[in-house]
């Protein structure tokens, strides 16, 4: 289980980063897309009891579509 939550936490990084990527250059749709990547990618840790606190506010798509 260790490793699939590390691996969980480094799938949401790397989402997050191109999120934030998507936003600095103004592609709108990558940026939605990668939002519905890191809300999928919640939803698992949530049903595995992983805890991703460090990540907080991210279960709502507006706070995903205006991270930066």
């Given at each position: 289980?260790?490793?699939f939550a590390l691996t969980?936490?480094?799938r949401l990084?790397?989402?997050l980063t191109a999120l934030r990527r998507a936003h600095a250059v103004g592609?709108?749709?990558l940026?939605?897309?990668q939002a519905g990547e890191v809300e999928d990618l919640v939803e698992i840790a949530?049903?595995?009891g992983i805890d991703i606190a460090g990540y907080a506010?991210?279960?709502s798509h507006?706070?995903?579509t205006t991270a930066s």
């Open positions: 289980m260790r490793e969980l936490h480094l990084h790397d989402s592609d709108d749709d940026a939605t897309a949530a049903r595995h506010g991210l279960t507006r706070a995903l």
